[in-house]
Structure formats: C-alpha cells, structure tokens
C-alpha cells in the first residue's frame, strides 16, 4: 500500500471508533508496551509499524525526517554512514523499535544530560488528532517560535495524544573517538564527583555508577577529568573502550538489570543523595536517572522520590496490572487532562 | 499607529474603569494601579514601536496573590489580560489593549535561590537575562542562552518567546535552558510544570508553554538551566566579496560536521553601520563578513581553529582574521552586538525580520531579498544568526514619510512568504505578536490553527488572555486569505469568505 493510502486508512479507523465509541492503542514496533501495564491487551490496535521510511536527509542541516514506522536501527545506521548521530540515545528495546515509538515514549539514553532528550532534538512533525485531522507543527529549521510548540509535547505523550506520521529530528555529528574511565570509589564520594564533573567544562558524553565504579564517558579527550576529582577517594582507575557497556546499559542488558524484583525508575535533581530504600541501585545520568531493585513497598518509592523533588515510575514488574503510578499534583493533573482534550476530546487514544 | 484590531479577535465587556479601579484597589497599593494618560504612556508600545495602544489600566503588583486575584477578577468580568517583561519584544507581544489589563511583572526581580550542585537557578520572571549570568559567575556558571537585548530583556519575556542568542547555535533556545515553571492560569490557578530533574511525568508541557507569548498563563518562577563557563573562546572574522557566497560557506561549515559556538552574518549595509557606529574594525568594502566563534576545552579550540581557518577560506572567504585575544574577541563581537542601534542611525526608523530557513536556502533567499528590496525602494541591511538559519532583515525606511511604513510591511510580508515558501518559517525568534499574526494562515492549515485554538482552551477557557495576538481567528484567517492567493490557490477554499 502506498503511503498516501495508509494515511487515509489510520484516520478510517480513527473515525470508526469514533463512530463506534471504541478504544485504540497506538503500535509502533510494539517493544515498548511494557510500559503500558494499564492497558488491556484486548484493546484495538492501530498499527503504524507499516508507515516507513527517511523521507528527507540531509547532513549539511542536521536535519533526518522520517515516517514514525521507520526502524530506529536504519535510521542509526543511515546516520553513522555520515558520521551522524541520534544524540539522545534512545534505547530501542528490541530489533524492531520504531521512530514513533521512539518520540512517544520520550526515552533518552546516556547521554541525555549532556546533550539533551529526545523533546530537545525535536524540530517537527505530523499528526493524526483524535478527530482524523492531518496535522503538521514545527519544521526542519532550528529555530521556529510560530504557533506553539506541539511537536516537543509529542515527545513523552505515549500515543495518547494522537498518532505521530512524521518527525523531523535535529541530528549531531558522532564524536570521532569514545573512551571510559572506570573509577572505583564508594557510592557517597561518587555523588560529589558526579556534581564536581558537572561543574566543570570537559568533554564528558556519560557518567554511571554501578558497584562500586564510576564510569565517565569521554569524547575526544580525558584533559582535566581526572584533576577535578576528588583523588582521595579513588582507589583504582583504568581505561576502556566505551562501546559495548554504555550501549549494553541503555538497551537494560547489563547485569543489575537481569537479576530479579520490581525495576523502578527513579528521576531526581541529579546531586540528590543517596535515598534510603533498600535494594539495588543503578546510577545514570550523573546521579540524576536512578534504577532500583526492591522489594520495598510501593509507598516507601514514591515517598522517598518525592521528598526530593523527583518522580519514581515502576518499569518493569511481575506485579498484576493496574500499576500504580505517582500521584500529580491536582491543578497539574487536571490540566494535562484539559490538554488531552484538546487532541482527543473522545478519549480514543490510550 | 494603532494596529487594527480584528472585531473576531476583540473582546468586548461591559465593566466600567472607575468600578474595576475600585476593586483593585481593594488589594493593590495605589501606586501599583495606573490609569492616567501620562502614566500609561511608557506602556504603549514594546521595541516594535510603529504599534501603538494606549492601555486600559496598567498593574504592577508585587505578589503572586496579588496577580492571582487580578486574574480571578478578570476572568470573572471577561476582561482580557496582557503580560509585559521589559517591552523589548519585537513583534507586539505586549502591546497593550484599550480596555484591557496590563499586568507588568517588572517588581518580581529577585534570584529566589542559587542550587549550584544541580546546577540551576529558580529566578523570578522579571529577573533580566543578564543579572542570572553576573550573579552566578563567581560560581564558574553562567546561562546560556543570550539575546543581544540581554542587559533588559526579563526571564519571563525570554520564556513567553523563546527566545535565541547568537550562542544558541551549541547551547540552545530557551526551551533547552530551563527544568521548571511556575505559572498562573487566567483562572488564577497556580500551576507547577516540569522539575528539577531531567525528566517528569505527565505531558511536557514546559515545551508548549515556551514560546507561548502570554497567551497560555502567566509565568511567575522559572527554573533555568546553569552551565559551566567555556574555559576558552576565540572568534574569527571571514570576509566574502560575495553575499551568496558567504551564504554558501555557512551551509560548508555545518556539513564539515563542526557546531561553532556562534556562526553570524553581516552584510555590506550592516558592516558599514557597525563600523560608523563603534569601530570593530570591519572592512567597509566586503559583501559581507562571517564571525565565527569556536569554543570549549583550550585543546579543543585549538583542534577545531585549525579546521575552522583552511575551510572558511576554501569555502570562499578573501580573507579570514582571528582574534588573538580577549579584548580583539569583545571588539569582534562588539560591532555584532551593536548592529541593530547603529542601522537605527543611518535610517529614522527600520523594521526587523525573523524567518528562519533551512541553512542551504541562505544564498538564494538573501539574493531575492536583494530583489526585493530594489523593487520596493527601500534599503536592506542583514544582520543575523546565520548558523541557524535565522534572518534579520532590516528594512530601513521613514516614518515621517507617507507610505513608507506600508511599503515596509508589505516588503516584509514578501520576506516571510518567501520564508515560508522554502521550507522555513515566519518567525525564529521574535515571535508572532501582531505583527505576523496574518501570516500565520499562510504557514498552518485550518484544522492546525482549529488545534492551536483548542490547546489555548485548554490553558484559557474564555479566551482573554492576550487574544489578538500570535493565533489569528479563522474569520481573520478567511478574509486574509482572500487578499493573499498563494500557489495560485486560496489557503482556506472551504471557509466561508466575509
Ligand atoms: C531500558 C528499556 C528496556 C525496555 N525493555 C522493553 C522490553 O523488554 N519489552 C518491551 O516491550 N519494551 C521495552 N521497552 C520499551 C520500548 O520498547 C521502547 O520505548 C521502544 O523504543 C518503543 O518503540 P516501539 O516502536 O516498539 O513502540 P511501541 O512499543 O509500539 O510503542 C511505545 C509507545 O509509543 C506509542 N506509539 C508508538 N508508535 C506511535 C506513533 N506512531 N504515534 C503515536 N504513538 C506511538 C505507543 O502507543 C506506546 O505508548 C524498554 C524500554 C527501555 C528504555
Ligand atoms: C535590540 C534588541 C535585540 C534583540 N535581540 C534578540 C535576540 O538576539 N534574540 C531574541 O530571541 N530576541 C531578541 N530581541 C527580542 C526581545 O528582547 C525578546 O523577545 C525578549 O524575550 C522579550 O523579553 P521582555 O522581557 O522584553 O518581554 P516583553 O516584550 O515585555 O514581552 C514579550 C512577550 O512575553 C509575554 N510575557 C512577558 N512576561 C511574561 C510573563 N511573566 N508571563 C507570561 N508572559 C509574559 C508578553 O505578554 C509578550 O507576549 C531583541 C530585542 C531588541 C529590542
């Protein structure tokens, strides 16, 4: 089927289940609906997975749009042949991720506090809203303040504000050469080093604690890292190419990932200390993404997440759906609801 | 003059002014509600002063309560509401109404707290941009984002814009810079969006709310982003005997996959009124010059210089001159900086552009800008952020001349359909205000206006915040669009013309 056709048949059945009063679950590659334990699995799906391909690339304007079914691994690999980049990272979760999973679920990997999230590197995109209107926002320029920015807030929207056809990403050149340093010191000193790296203007791409190391990703060059920490509290540095781990821990395919218990993502202003629940911890982000291991009580995570300022968010659990998610404070809550209304007034998307 | 208000776009109520002073002085302090003609006058206008509104009634309270119960009031009576920063924007965004509120936020001007372990600062909206920066540089930190009105120009107004800088090309726009709001609904509700975190749940809606132009809410706190201070900068000026050339050489120095700090571009017009102005030292004979600001690690500009010097000369530059230090990099930058008030004097008044265009269209658009300026009859004087894509075309013309001011906007409104026309849009920066609000039926469909239309609902149930501005009516978009055939075919063929 042509492109055209497939457009015209999702707002079809956009409007059939208007018509219907029925339900539709938005499916890209499908490797994300994990994340989505609330919803049933006998819901109707409306698979974009089909709607493919790079539209338009060109590396001189840093600019790749491409229909949300497009395959993330082509898509990155279209890029490194230019020695381009998607520079936020995002985990694919599966062979077969797509694009629009990709922007739905606002995923970033490691080197999200660096160089930003999935939303910052958005420029444009094209819709279908609850009504079946082809909707375009944004652009490939930029720089673009005309009409508000709804191409952003698709990012992280997990497919209930409407059906993403199209998106326009900002793209980075791939720096040339990545190496980490894998530092050992306790958990309490690497939260310091964690804000002192932050502090200072280095080339730093990652920063990760796991088990007793810190690891710093840097790109181009180590100049200054090792000065700005703390020597006292290192007992042990080496040097490793950085590949295969950070990859290996964006796709959760690194060991604390594998053992057993509820997973809990946690995201707290990044200098946050060291919270008091027990189980196994995972820090991302320098200090500011934290994956939890536990059998502590639902309450004791959010409570512990809240009290600094954060959100916690359970990821993957055995736990029977509905999940519990963490309460949004009730003005924020109701307008999120009004701003979901306004895309989707039927409540056909969940 | 006045800009005419669209009758769709106005909202008409019935309150008398002594009775809704009356009111307000129930909870305001007498000298924070203005009402007399001399003391309304400094709030006609913003910095695009050819629109002129005299205010209803101007407030300048002090607390949130204080705003929060003028809004409730407001939102009761149907009277519309507008927000002003310091007035330095560009597109008549605060332009006031005749029978509506401004509500200036200038008194909430203090740094609430300095986190520099998470490296933000939570500011007031009426902090200017450039007091974040000064107060925590002993820190080593600084916020990126830097719009040449920067000494004046608020937080607040920065966010209600999104606003850019010649450094945004690495660091960012606005939306990039900040982790939290706090904003007013018009209904007076508080609302707190986004963390100091890097990411939260539920919608971003810290993206929709930047650049919204006051329209959403009004912002009372923001979270800005700090970052660490470059360690090294250095800055170097390509000359082109060649507009289009330079315009090319921009498009070469991104596809080399390098990101300059700052990558600018001044043409013979704008060189000519810099260097008048405060002698950078910019050669007055060249079709236009490139600035070029590398920075990072001191090991990294180094690297990056000897990439940057050999490719800007192969990419066409007569000649390219760095700056060896600190003070040649500020008098580099200064003529930049000071570009828009010196062609504010070889020219009684100009009008600044800001469409923005896919980098490799750079050439072709700034030649039919040339076209157009000749066919018009008025000079052009282009000064902007070339690494972007963004452009300031000044167009420079007479006030005191009758017509002038017409030919003006129509050979703007040229600029922006040719903008738009090339895969850009109407606006990078500036926002859409009243001043491009017309050509917001050129660049969106009418089921995307309809959309933007229902996010605004969402935030502002009853329209009165800001209305007139940024998001035309569709009955304005009709009528617009039966003055303006574009492609040969009406933008909106199944609206209904009036
Ligand atoms: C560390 C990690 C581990 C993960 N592990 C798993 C795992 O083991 N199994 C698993 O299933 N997932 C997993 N996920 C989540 C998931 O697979 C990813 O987020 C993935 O990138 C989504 O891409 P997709 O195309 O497969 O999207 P889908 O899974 O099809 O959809 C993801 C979300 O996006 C929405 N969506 C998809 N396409 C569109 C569109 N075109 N327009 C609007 N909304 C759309 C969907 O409604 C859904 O909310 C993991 C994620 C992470 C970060
Ligand atoms: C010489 C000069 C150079 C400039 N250079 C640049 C530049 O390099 N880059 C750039 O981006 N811009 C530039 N500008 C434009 C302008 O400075 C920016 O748009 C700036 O962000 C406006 O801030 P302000 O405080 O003056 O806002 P105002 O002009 O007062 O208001 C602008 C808009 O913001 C709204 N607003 C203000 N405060 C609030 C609030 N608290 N809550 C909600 N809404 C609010 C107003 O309603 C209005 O719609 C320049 C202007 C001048 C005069």
Known sequence: MCTSELVSQFQEEILNAQLEKSRLQIVGGDTKAFLKPNVPASLTRLEIGGYQGIVDYQPSELVLTARAGTSLTIINETLAEQGQMLAFEPPAFGRSATLGGIVASGLSGPRRPFAGAVRDFVLGCKIINGQGEVLTFGGQVMKNVAGYDVSRLMAGSEGTLGVILEVSLKVLPAPKKELTLNIAMPIESALVQMVALRRHYLSISAVAYENGFLRVRYSGSKTGILSVLDTSVITDVDVESSQNYWHALKEQQVDFFHTKGDLWRISVPPATPVLSVPGHWFYDWAGGLRWLKTAAPVAAVFGAATAHGGTARLFRSSQQAPWPRQEVALPLARLNKRVKAAFDPSELFV | ?498
Request: hydrophobic share 45%; proline share 5%.
């Open chain 2, 1 to 498: 003059m006045i800009p005419p208000i669209h009758p769709a776009e106005r909202i008409s109520h019935r309150v008398k002014k002594p009775e809704l002073l009356a009111e307000l002085r129930t909870f305001l302090p007498g000298d924070a509600i203005l009402f007399e003609q001399e003391m309304l006058k400094p709030y006609e206008c913003d910095a695009l002063a050819a629109y002129q509104t005299m205010p209803w009634i101007v407030v300048l309270p002090e607390t949130v309560e204080a705003i929060q119960r003028v809004l409730r009031l407001c939102n009761d009576y149907g009277i519309p509401v507008v927000a002003r920063g310091a007035g330095t924007g560009l597109s008549g965004g605060a332009l006031p109404l005749d029978n509506g509120v401004l509500i200036s936020m200038v008194k909430f001007n203090k740094i609430l707290a300095i986190d520099c372990d998470n490296l933000l600062a939570v500011v007031e909206p009426g902090v200017t941009n450039l007091a974040i920066s000064k107060k925590v540089a002993k820190e080593g930190l600084y916020y990126a984002p830097d719009p040449s009105s920067q000494i004046a120009c608020t937080i607040g107004g920065n966010v209600a814009e999104n606003a850019g800088g010649v450094h945004c090309l690495k660091y960012g726009l606005t939306t990039h810079n900040i982790l939290r709001l706090k904003i007013l609904t018009m209904a007076g509700e508080l609302v707190v969006i986004g963390s100091h975190g890097f990411d939260s749940e539920g919608y971003d809606l810290l993206a929709i709310l930047t650049g919204s132009e006051g329209m959403l809410g009004i912002i009372i706190e923001v979270s800005v982003k700090l970052l660490p201070l470059v360690p090294s900068a250095q800055v170097m000026m390509a000359v082109f005997d060649c507009v289009e050339i330079a315009g090319k050489a921009v498009a070469g120095v991104i596809a080399a996959g390098l990101i300059p700090a700052g990558l600018e571009m001044m043409d013979n017009t704008a060189i000519c009124a810099a260097e008048e102005f405060c002698h950078a030292g910019y050669p007055i004979t060249a079709k236009a010059i490139l600035l070029c600001e590398i920075d990072g690690t001191a090991e990294q500009v180094t690297e990056q210089l000897e990439q940057v010097y050999p490719l800007l000369l192969s990419l066409g530059a007569q000649t390219v001159e760095i700056a060896h230090d600190e003070l040649a990099r500020q008098k580099m930058w200064a003529g930049r900086k000071a570009a828009f008030p010196a062609v504010g004097r070889i020219s009684p008044d100009y009008y600044c552009m800001d469409g923005t265009i896919p980098r490799h269209q750079l050439a072709a658009v700034l030649k039919s800008i040339a076209g157009l300026s000749e066919k018009y009859g008025l000079p052009v004087a282009n000064v902007f952020h070339a690494g972007d894509g963004n452009l300031h075309p000044l167009i420079l013309y007479d006030g005191n001349v009758p017509g002038d001011f017409d030919k003006a906007e129509r050979l703007g409104s040229d600029i922006l359909s040719l903008s738009i026309r090339v895969g850009g849009t109407i606006t990078g920066e500036h926002g859409v205000g009243v001043e491009k609000i017309n050509h917001m039926c050129i660049q969106f469909s009418l089921a995307t206006l309809n959309q933007f239309h229902a996010i605004k609902a969402a935030f502002d149930e009853k329209g009165l915040l800001n209305p007139g501005k940024g998001l035309p009516s569709l009955r304005r978009c009709a009528e617009f669009g039966a003055l303006h055939v574009h492609h040969g075919e009406l933008p909106h063929k199944d609206l209904e013309r009036f």
